[in-house]
């Protein structure tokens, strides 16, 4: 399979190459060495070949237990598996059915009442809370190799969060890198589709409530929520690299993927 943005399998519609950006040093990220996609779910074979012979020898799975239990990957077995979850799917749901849930990696309300969901402030609390995720998610990519497959459920928040970091270390500019997260919403469409139909089994939410309806604040990746992220990062620590810095992240982990990630042409 030719190396391109977006990859082309019958089994993944939001499975996208982090190459082809401009980085701050006059520089272009690589193509096949970091993927994200959605949940790579009861994949066909000829996905799987497609995926190995694309180089990707190595998949990180972010989502909870009860997402994992519900639909396997398709790549465990096959390839490096590494299970890095950030938190649980019960953020798509109605707060009043959460609250069995609040523990650990429990994320705030979702708001009630037809009101959008603020992604902007849910990624910037995931950052805050989650260092030790991203200090390990930065190593783990550092040390990887061959090409690297990461995913949550969708491919957008939690997988959005580590290609924020990812393409923030390289010097990908910030309207870059919410371009690329934004358009998630247009190549996830058919999976969004089977979602509001129920036909996505996304495991049953913590506590072991009923299955409550999905906010339609789930559905969006605005451009916007990524800008507020990056922005608090950077008005608060200086940029998005010097919040990872603080938080440990080595200078170490950050050179070995700028080697790998950023080709000086």
């Given at each position: 399979?030719?190396?391109?943005?977006?990859?082309?399998?019958?089994?993944?519609?939001?499975?996208?190459?982090?190459?082809?950006?401009?980085?701050?040093?006059?520089?272009?990220?690589?193509?096949?060495?970091?993927?994200?996609?959605?949940?790579?779910?009861?994949?066909?074979?000829?996905?799987?070949?497609?995926?190995?012979?694309?180089?990707?020898?190595?998949?990180?799975?972010?989502?909870?237990?009860?997402?994992?239990?519900?639909?396997?990957?398709?790549?465990k077995g096959?390839?490096?598996?590494?299970e890095?979850?950030?938190?649980?799917?019960?953020a798509?749901?109605?707060?009043?059915?959460?609250?069995a849930?609040?523990?650990?990696?429990?994320?705030?309300?979702?708001?009630?009442?037809?009101?959008?969901?603020?992604?902007?402030?849910?990624?910037?609390?995931?950052?805050?809370?989650?260092?030790?995720?991203?200090?390990?998610?930065l190593?783990?990519?550092a040390?990887?190799?061959?090409?690297?497959?990461?995913?949550?459920?969708?491919?957008k928040?939690?997988?959005?969060?580590?290609?924020?970091?990812?393409?923030?270390v390289?010097?990908?500019?910030r309207?870059?890198?919410?371009?690329?997260?934004?358009i998630?919403?247009?190549?996830?469409?058919?999976?969004y589709?089977?979602?509001?139909?129920?036909?996505?089994?996304?495991?049953?939410?913590?506590?072991?409530?009923?299955l409550?309806?999905?906010?339609?604040?789930?559905f969006k990746?605005?451009?916007?929520?990524?800008l507020?992220?990056?922005?608090?990062?950077?008005?608060?620590?200086?940029?998005?690299?010097?919040?990872?810095?603080?938080?440990?992240?080595?200078?170490?982990?950050?050179?070995?993927?700028?080697?790998?990630?950023?080709?000086?042409?």
């Amino acid at each position: 399979m030719k190396k391109a943005r977006r990859l082309l399998l019958k089994g993944l519609y939001n499975a996208r190459d982090l190459g082809g950006f401009p980085t701050a040093d006059g520089g272009v990220t690589k193509f096949g060495v970091f993927i994200r996609s959605e949940a790579p779910c009861d994949l066909p074979d000829e996905d799987i070949r497609a995926l190995k012979d694309y180089g990707i020898t190595a998949s990180i799975d972010l989502r909870g237990s009860g997402e994992k239990n519900s639909r396997p990957s398709s790549l465990k077995g096959v390839m490096d598996y590494i299970e890095k979850p950030l938190f649980n799917e019960a953020a798509i749901y109605d707060d009043k059915d959460r609250e069995a849930s609040r523990g650990e990696g429990a994320n705030p309300p979702v708001p009630k009442n037809g009101h959008m969901q603020d992604w902007g402030e849910q990624y910037k609390q995931m950052a805050e809370e989650a260092r030790q995720w991203a200090i390990d998610m930065l190593d783990i990519a550092a040390g990887c190799d061959g090409g690297l497959l990461y995913h949550c459920t969708t491919g957008k928040d939690r997988t959005g969060l580590f290609s924020c970091y990812l393409l923030s270390v390289c010097g990908v500019a910030r309207e870059d890198i919410a371009a690329d997260y934004c358009i998630s919403q247009i190549y996830l469409a058919p999976v969004y589709a089977r979602m509001r139909s129920g036909k996505v089994d996304l495991g049953p939410p913590p506590g072991g409530a009923d299955l409550p309806p999905m906010e339609e604040s789930f559905f969006k990746t605005p451009p916007e929520a990524m800008l507020t992220l990056i922005d608090y990062l950077t008005e608060k620590y200086g940029s998005v690299v010097d919040y990872l810095r603080l938080i440990g992240v080595s200078e170490e982990t950050m050179d070995k993927i700028r080697e790998k990630f950023i080709d000086k042409v």
